[in-house]
């Protein structure tokens, strides 16, 4: 261990997050001196994935506004932290702790996302097991029927003419936009939304397309917008998105999902390639960084002992931004499969293994929607027979109660299919999450480069805009030789089978 503070390191990672752990995979075929720490004892940082005895552990370090060793101007992205678990939970089927995998970034990525693409040209896709994220429904609390009050949404030209929810005209109205946003910035469709860019989509869908109420429900639901306010150039660029992914990697579904907790799983998996390209991990071990390097290297303290040296350090901004975005989320285990919202909805696709429940905000509240990201025991998070349920929505005094509500509703609505009884939820982790300053910072100073990556984006899908930081950061390391062209494309290591690498890794 002494041995390694001897030689002065290419760059230090702080933080196995997913942007850290992406660069690491960039950085696995560089032949850079590379030392990736971690404070917390797992991967993953703000992404990560927590069994049951873990996730009551976090959530009782994220209890209050501050952490208590911080000033009040210092406050964590996370906050406001419970875990709850029922009363008679074991008797009532509450599994093992390890048997539960709670993601803290349960994002969906779509298809056409440029992070499946550097998965795949680097070959790390091999080492991940990607699931399909299935129907998008609409809850409707006006309607009487509890049964019917999940709609689900159509996403295709097949889907809109064989629903049987949307009436005729309806259905040409909603092809008309459907056709129009499949082409929407091309020179003939263009000035049809030109100089109302930062109009609302819902105006505009009811202006130019005709659609009603409820169609404008099922479009803006797509937008997986929490704060409700969508613009129309936004808008129409996520649409296009949905569309335009649904049918790439297979009929049926427009996004993927990773088996085993989703981003964390990807930061791991891109962690273990950093670990075979030489790289050195070290998890439960802390950096006391200087806040100003006074040499031509910077040193670190590490907690293990340690002092090392490096020219590069690259780390994470964890504190909130004032006034910054803040949700509220809930994570529920329930004691029942809810194999109705996972039904195979056009013939050849592959069973889902996540389905998206939007809850529209109402036209009088100043609330926003709440979106609820329910995922099958396929995905690993939980045992079979159980359901894990992700619900989301912007923090406002009523958030939490609201959340709670509607999870109840949820239960409701899809508990006549499911049998006679409603399902019961055995164990919650309620938090609080902020943003950090959004640009990644770098400074430099007598020969030394501090580089800082933003906190990870709140957004319900993977946001591409994360992967220009990592990219600049391999940049900063690589140096002169940084070659765009051969960025994130790697060839399969000789030697190397699947999954030999974990021993490397583990």
Same mark, same amino acid.
């Given at each position: 261990?002494?041995?390694?503070?001897?030689?002065?390191?290419?760059?230090?990672?702080?933080?196995?997050?997913?942007?850290?752990?992406?660069?690491?995979?960039?950085?696995?075929?560089?032949?850079?001196?590379?030392?990736?720490?971690?404070?917390?004892?797992?991967?993953?940082?703000?992404?990560?994935?927590?069994?049951?005895?873990?996730?009551?552990?976090?959530?009782?370090?994220?209890?209050?506004?501050?952490?208590?060793?911080?000033?009040? @101007?210092?406050?964590?992205?996370?906050?406001?932290?419970?875990?709850?678990?029922?009363?008679?939970?074991?008797?009532? !089927?509450?599994?093992?702790?390890?048997?539960?995998?709670?993601? +803290?970034? %349960?994002?969906?990525?779509?298809?056409? @996302?440029?992070?499946?693409?550097?998965?795949?040209?680097?070959?790390?896709?091999?080492?991940?097991?990607?699931?399909?994220?299935?129907?998008?429904?609409?809850?409707?609390?006006?309607?009487?029927?509890?049964?019917?009050?999940?709609?689900?949404?159509?996403?295709?030209?097949?889907?809109?003419?064989?629903?049987?929810?949307?009436?005729?005209?309806?259905?040409?109205?909603?092809?008309?936009?459907?056709?129009?946003? /499949?082409?929407?910035?091309?020179?003939?469709?263009?000035?049809?939304?030109?100089?109302? #860019?930062?109009? @609302?989509?819902?105006?505009?869908?009811?202006?130019?397309?005709?659609?009603?109420?409820?169609?404008?429900?099922? /479009?803006?639901? +797509?937008?997986?917008?929490?704060? !409700?306010?969508?613009?129309?150039? &936004?808008?129409?660029?996520?649409?296009? *998105?949905? +569309?335009?992914?649904?049918?790439?990697? !297979?009929?049926?579904?427009?996004?993927?999902?990773?088996?085993?907790?989703? =981003?964390?799983?990807?930061?791991?998996?891109?962690? *273990?390639?950093?670990?075979?390209?030489?790289? /050195?991990?070290?998890?439960?071990?802390?950096?006391?960084?200087?806040?100003?390097?006074?040499?031509?290297?910077? =040193?670190?303290?590490?907690?293990? !002992?340690?002092?090392?040296?490096?020219?590069?350090?690259?780390?994470?901004?964890?504190?909130?931004?004032?006034?910054?975005?803040?949700?509220?989320? +809930?994570?529920?285990?329930?004691?029942?499969?809810?194999?109705?919202?996972?039904?195979?909805?056009?013939?050849?696709? %592959?069973?889902?293994?996540?389905?998206?429940?939007?809850?529209?905000?109402?036209?009088?509240?100043?609330?926003?929607?709440?979106?609820?990201?329910?995922?099958?025991?396929?995905?690993?998070?939980?045992?079979?027979?159980?359901?894990?349920?992700?619900?989301?929505?912007?923090?406002?005094?009523?958030?939490?109660?609201?959340?709670?509500?509607?999870?109840?509703?949820?239960?409701?609505?899809?508990?006549?299919?499911?049998?006679?009884?409603? %399902? /019961?939820?055995?164990?919650?982790?309620?938090? #609080?999450? =902020?943003?950090?300053?959004?640009?990644?910072?770098?400074?430099?100073?007598?020969?030394?480069?501090?580089?800082?990556?933003?906190?990870?984006?709140?957004?319900?899908?993977?946001? &591409?805009?994360?992967?220009?930081?990592?990219?600049?950061?391999?940049?900063?390391?690589?140096?002169? &030789?940084?070659?765009?062209?051969?960025?994130?494309?790697?060839? &399969? *290591?000789?030697?190397?089978?699947?999954?030999?690498?974990?021993?490397?890794?583990?």
């Amino acid at each position: 261990m002494e041995s390694l503070g001897n030689e002065p390191w290419d760059v230090v990672i702080c933080g196995t997050g997913l942007q850290q752990s992406l660069l690491a995979l960039a950085l696995s075929r560089s032949k850079k001196r590379i030392l990736h720490l971690d404070p917390n004892d797992y991967y993953g940082e703000n992404e990560a994935a927590f069994s049951l005895q873990e996730a009551d552990g976090w959530a009782a370090t994220h209890t209050g506004l501050i952490a208590a060793e911080e000033s009040s @101007s210092r406050q964590n992205i996370f906050k406001n932290a419970s875990a709850w678990r029922h009363p008679e939970a074991t008797n009532l !089927g509450l599994s093992f702790p390890r048997a539960y995998s709670l993601a +803290l970034a %349960p994002q969906i990525i779509h298809t056409r @996302s440029k992070l499946i693409e550097q998965l795949v040209s680097s070959r790390a896709y091999k080492q991940v097991e990607f699931l399909a994220v299935g129907s998008f429904f609409v809850y409707n609390a006006e309607s009487n029927d509890v049964s019917s009050r999940l709609a689900r949404i159509p996403s295709s030209r097949e889907d809109v003419f064989s629903t049987q929810s949307i009436p005729a005209r309806s259905k040409r109205s909603l092809m008309k936009f459907l056709k129009f946003v /499949i082409d929407y910035n091309s020179e003939e469709q263009r000035p049809l939304w030109q100089g109302r #860019e930062q109009k @609302s989509l819902a105006e505009f869908l009811g202006s130019e397309f005709k659609l009603d109420e409820n169609l404008k429900k099922y /479009i803006l639901a +797509l937008t997986l917008t929490l704060d !409700g306010r969508v613009t129309v150039v &936004d808008g129409l660029a996520i649409i296009h *998105r949905h +569309l335009t992914s649904m049918g790439l990697f !297979g009929p049926g579904f427009c996004a993927l999902y990773p088996k085993w907790g989703g =981003s964390s799983e990807i930061a791991q998996v891109a962690c *273990r390639a950093g670990a075979v390209g030489g790289g /050195i991990y070290m998890l439960d071990t802390k950096a006391d960084i200087p806040d100003e390097p006074s040499a031509s290297e910077i =040193s670190l303290d590490l907690s293990n !002992g340690l002092s090392i040296r490096t020219t590069k350090l690259v780390t994470s901004q964890n504190e909130a931004a004032p006034d910054s975005q803040t949700i509220t989320r +809930l994570v529920a285990v329930v004691n029942s499969p809810l194999k109705s919202l996972f039904e195979v909805n056009i013939e050849g696709a %592959p069973t889902p293994a996540v389905a998206v429940v939007a809850f529209p905000s109402g036209s009088e509240s100043s609330d926003g929607p709440i979106y609820a990201s329910v995922h099958s025991s396929d995905t690993g998070e939980c045992p079979k027979g159980q359901s894990v349920i992700y619900l989301t929505t912007p923090s406002t005094p009523r958030a939490a109660q609201r959340l709670e509500s509607n999870l109840d509703n949820l239960l409701a609505a899809v508990s006549p299919a499911e049998g006679s009884t409603t %399902p /019961i939820c055995l164990y919650k982790l309620q938090y #609080e999450q =902020s943003l950090s300053a959004r640009e990644a910072s770098s400074t430099a100073r007598n020969g030394v480069t501090i580089f800082t990556f933003p906190s990870p984006s709140l957004s319900l899908a993977f946001d &591409d805009k994360c992967l220009s930081a990592v990219k600049d950061a391999w940049k900063l390391v690589i140096g002169e &030789d940084a070659s765009e062209d051969e960025y994130m494309i790697f060839q &399969d *290591r000789e030697g190397v089978a699947d999954d030999d690498d974990d021993d490397a890794y583990d």
